[in-house]
């Protein structure tokens, strides 16, 4: 007679490498990492490159969190081979970055969040071309002086882009219009971009584009709008700084299809009708986050009815909305959204 675990031993080793593999896949890591000392063929499988892909392996600067960052910077230490998607966070040190990367060769997806770099991260990043996600979002960069002249053409995988308030410059912008897999542009940090090359931006991605978040100002005009809204997949879309759109762009984003996730802040020129025309429309009634902070016509009234018809919004900001704050009606928002947040200041 076999014990009851050895018999189901024995039947998990019946079943092919894809199921097991399957498994796998549903198991944290420390379990991962605990099947490579099972048998040969588990440590095979357990170190396969579809279930390392996924993995995110994630390391912290930050107080507080360095008993797990220790033990990831021991498995980017053993697996770095097998590292193909590596977050690093309040790391102020880009000779730490360095070090901890210096044997990671097959990265796809690299994020530097809250991150300090330099110059040296121009060629550094040319040692991962089948990098398919890169976010430097809060991130720094040490030499003022200078940009960081990346070419994102090079990257032919690249489907996320998110930078920091560099990184984006004349020098390597049109690099972007030859991404043709580019479909998740974040770029709200940077400052003083013409407004001809984001119109070429939302055309070259015009049938991709799922994420565009933007500064805006003088980079996005009514027609920079009418461009988004022809796009079939967008999903998630925000304008910081939108005080040059008039209501023409704003009712031409009732085409928005697709749309989930709207931030709009920074307007006076929107009218009430046109936002209550927008915002009442069957498109929007299906967002789950919505931010229209600084908008100063935002009424109890266009409150009203996306308290009534918005069935799907987790998260609503009416940050500085001068018809909201410090008015009787915000002592009623409370009631109104009872099971989502509610951002006023």
């Not at 990831?72 to 790391?91: A, D, F, G």
């Not at 209550?276 to 009634?285: R, V």
């Amino acid at each position: 007679m076999v014990s009851g675990d050895e018999n189901n031993y024995d039947l998990i080793e019946h079943l092919p490498d894809e199921i097991i593999i399957l498994i796998f896949k549903n198991l944290p890591l420390e379990s991962i990492l605990a099947c490579e000392n099972v048998c040969k063929r588990w440590r095979k499988l357990s170190r396969d490159a579809s279930l390392w892909r996924h993995i995110v392996i994630v390391y912290s600067g930050k107080p507080g969190q360095s008993e797990v960052s220790e033990r990831n910077l021991e498995i980017i230490s053993t697996h770095s081979k097998y590292i193909y998607c590596l977050k690093l966070q309040y790391v102020y040190s880009y000779a730490t970055i360095k070090s901890i990367t210096a044997n990671c060769d097959y990265i796809s997806s690299l994020e530097l969040v809250m991150c300090r770099v330099t110059k040296e991260f121009e060629e550094d990043i040319l040692r991962w071309p089948n990098l398919k996600k890169l976010n430097l979002r809060n991130s720094l960069l040490m030499t003022s002086k200078d940009d960081l002249i990346v070419k994102y053409d090079y990257f032919k995988e690249l489907r996320y882009l998110a930078l920091s308030d560099f990184g984006l410059n004349p020098f390597n912008c049109d690099t972007l219009l030859n991404c043709n897999h580019l479909s998740h542009i974040l770029i709200e940090k940077i400052k003083d971009m013409d407004v001809d090359y984001i119109k070429k931006l939302i055309i070259s991605k015009q049938n991709m584009l799922v994420t565009f978040h933007i500064y805006g100002g003088d980079a996005v005009d009514d027609k920079c709008l009418a461009l988004l809204a022809q796009c079939p997949a967008l999903k998630d879309l925000a304008i910081i700084r939108c005080e040059n759109l008039t209501d023409a762009g704003l009712l031409a984003l009732s085409n928005l299809r697709t749309i989930q996730h709207l931030q709009i802040w920074n307007n006076t020129n929107f009218t009430e009708l046109a936002l209550l025309k927008t915002l009442g429309s069957n498109i929007f009634i299906k967002l789950e986050s919505l931010s229209l902070s600084r908008i100063r016509n935002i009424t109890p009234v266009i409150v009203d009815i996306i308290s009534e018809y918005y069935k799907n919004l987790k998260f609503l900001a009416l940050y500085q909305c001068p018809h909201i704050v410090m008015t009787d009606y915000e002592k009623q928002l409370k009631s109104k959204f009872r099971n989502i947040d509610v951002v006023l200041y």
